[in-house]
């Protein structure tokens, strides 16, 4: 909007949209995995993938798919996989599952990878370019899940378990926010420590005396603390994915919306936050 002064009053000529965007901005973030059971490993963040310049087309309606987390952990084997969230062609992958304790087969891999239990399976790999390896266990310190930042910390033996991999900072929606952190393992005893969350991600649990693990926070793709005893409440799950796409306030609004995107305005852009799956046309 330009203003002048015309015969001592103001005078306001708004400047019209300048068309629908060519281009686009996105954060996409997967859900993250659920823990393994049994003083298991720590669930790793699911995938986060974010870039500008993305062309869309006007008129084309594009996919957006938010990945739930990996659900609850009952049981003393691994931790379910999250699931992938989607928008347009870009897929960032559901975290891996942590490795429990009852389990012969390795923590999940996924956008980052599940961190190991007590038995010592491998740890879960991470997607290129999306997150990092789990953590390795350590005595009875189970480590974490990998985060979108960095590979999930080992458990030390008669030490700590693993601390969550670390997230990585968005500043996407007009403030800084942190996303896709791995979830903690969980611990046997309290005398030495259950791994903490970052990120999203939720902390461990410890066995003797009971602490329950906590889940992955919503949409932040974290993943969920190790369990600690087969169905101990809360039980842990993964947080759940986002996907976030932005473009000049100056252009045009998208033509239609479904799934309810949260829409607000900063620093110049038009920010749209779908929380739930749905479509968006430009």
Known sequence: MSSTLLGGFLSATFNPLSGAPTTVEYLVVA??????????????AGGLLTAANFAVATGSSL???????????TSDQNGTNGNNSVFSSITAT?????????????????????????????????????????????GDQSGSGGGSGSVGRNGVASGFAGGGGTGTCSTITGARVFYAGGGGGASYNIVNANGLGVAGGGNGGTYTPVVAETSGS????????????NGITPSSAGGSGIVIIRYPASQS?????????????????QIYTFTSSGTITF
Not at 31 to 43: E, L, M, S, T, V
């Open 31 to 44: 859900g993250g995995g659920g823990g393994g059971g049994q003083i298991g490993g720590g669930g790793g």
């Open 63 to 73: 996919t957006v798919t938010v990945g739930a987390g990996g659900p609850t952990n």
């Open 94 to 138: 559901g975290g891996g599952g942590g490795n429990g304790n009852g389990s012969t087969t390795a923590a999940g891999s996924g956008g980052s990878g599940g961190g190991t239990s007590d038995s010592a399976s491998s740890v879960g790999i991470g997607t290129s370019g999306q997150g990092f390896n789990g953590g390795a266990v350590g």
């Open 218 to 229: 919503a949409n932040t793709g974290g993943g969920s603390g190790g369990a600690v005893n």
């Open 253 to 269: 609004a998208p033509t239609a919306t479904t799934g309810s995107p949260q829409i607000n305005y900063a620093d110049g852009y």
